[in-house]
């Protein structure tokens, strides 16, 4: 077992030392920013404490920083995405005001459901995966999926005999994450599986979804009126729905810079 002597230490070997007792002790972040700090300390004539704190301060907020990401990695995400990228002026369908209220988690913490109705091209993903990776950030265990991945992945389980494990599995993140939902119509024993999934979840943790198909179209999805409704039910009873409208900003931003390109080689032709 090393021993750390206190006095009578060089600089350099207080440095040593104090490397030595980081790695040890796990704290990479007071490892790699110690001299730094105290340089920064002794120009500011910080006092011990401030000096102390400053240090463990750094090594938290790192700390916090690493497992944001490890959580948002576990959550599979196909891309990245913000809320501060997404363009609420291209959409006015959405109010922004009920989306950084949703970004708080909030609903997450209550296990209440999310639903974003639209077209395609109307900003549904792109908020489905930000507010899911502010659930991340808060803290909670957040799974993302396709539906369709969703469902056969439970006719796989299903068929191997694992349908009550996978089924748990589901149940146990605290955000729950349904991309695509209505973009092909399910068979009875696909919807009925995924209904299981949300049975398994109903308030106790949270589901958001994103579908390009109105409740009332959800009949061609789900083509069993009964099922249908129970589904409804699981994913809108007490929760928020998010209509974001029918025009596709993304076929207008692709139609404007098709304009702008167009009148460049006009006006250098």
Request: aromatic fraction near 8%; hydrophobic fraction near 40%.
């Given at each position: 077992?090393?021993?750390?002597?206190?006095?009578?230490?060089?600089?350099?070997?207080?440095?040593?030392?104090?490397?030595?007792?980081c790695?040890?002790?796990?704290?990479?972040?007071?490892r790699?920013q110690?001299?730094?700090?105290?340089?920064?300390?002794?120009?500011?004539?910080?006092?011990?404490?401030?000096?102390?704190?400053?240090?463990?301060?750094?090594?938290?907020?790192?700390?916090?920083?690493?497992?944001?990401?490890?959580?948002?990695?576990?959550?599979?995400?196909?891309?990245?995405?913000?809320?501060?990228?997404?363009?609420?002026?291209?959409?006015?369908?959405?109010?922004?005001?009920?989306?950084?209220?949703?970004?708080?988690?909030?609903?997450?913490?209550?296990?209440?459901?999310?639903?974003?109705?639209?077209?395609?091209?109307?900003?549904?993903?792109?908020?489905?995966?930000?507010?899911?990776?502010?659930?991340?950030?808060?803290?909670?265990?957040?799974?993302?999926?396709?539906?369709?991945?969703?469902?056969?992945?439970?006719?796989?389980?299903?068929?191997?005999?694992?349908?009550?494990?996978?089924?748990?599995?589901?149940?146990?993140?605290?955000?729950l994450?349904?991309?695509?939902?209505?973009?092909?119509?399910?068979?009875?024993?696909?919807a009925?599986?995924?209904?299981?999934?949300?049975?398994?979840?109903?308030?106790?943790?949270?589901?958001?979804?994103?579908?390009?198909?109105?409740?009332?179209?959800?009949?061609?999805?789900?083509?069993?009126?009964?099922?249908?409704?129970?589904i409804?039910?699981?994913?809108?009873?007490?929760?928020?729905?998010i209509?974001t409208?029918?025009?596709?900003?993304?076929?207008?931003?692709?139609?404007?810079?098709?304009?702008?390109?167009?009148?460049?080689?006009?006006?250098?032709?």
């Amino acid at each position: 077992m090393t021993t750390f002597h206190r006095r009578g230490l060089t600089e350099e070997a207080a440095e040593a030392s104090i490397y030595a007792a980081c790695q040890r002790l796990r704290l990479p972040t007071m490892r790699g920013q110690f001299t730094d700090l105290a340089g920064r300390a002794a120009r500011d004539q910080m006092s011990y404490l401030g000096f102390l704190a400053e240090l463990l301060l750094a090594e938290c907020d790192d700390r916090d920083r690493r497992t944001s990401e490890r959580r948002i990695k576990a959550a599979g995400f196909p891309r990245q995405k913000s809320l501060r990228e997404f363009d609420f002026e291209a959409n006015p369908n959405i109010d922004p005001a009920v989306i950084h209220t949703l970004a708080t988690s909030d609903w997450v913490r209550k296990s209440l459901p999310l639903c974003l109705i639209g077209d395609s091209g109307t900003g549904k993903s792109h908020l489905l995966i930000s507010l899911g990776t502010e659930a991340a950030m808060a803290g909670f265990k957040v799974k993302y999926t396709l539906a369709a991945k969703l469902v056969n992945e439970l006719v796989e389980a299903a068929d191997e005999k694992v349908l009550t494990k996978t089924i748990a599995r589901y149940g146990r993140v605290d955000l729950l994450c349904i991309d695509e939902l209505g973009y092909m119509e399910l068979d009875r024993h696909g919807a009925e599986l995924l209904f299981q999934v949300l049975t398994e979840r109903e308030e106790t943790n949270s589901v958001a979804i994103a579908s390009n198909e109105s409740f009332s179209g959800w009949t061609k999805t789900f083509t069993e009126p009964r099922l249908c409704a129970a589904i409804v039910d699981r994913l809108t009873y007490g929760g928020n729905i998010i209509e974001t409208g029918t025009d596709s900003y993304r076929l207008a931003q692709t139609r404007a810079q098709a304009d702008i390109t167009a009148g460049q080689k006009r006006a250098t032709g």
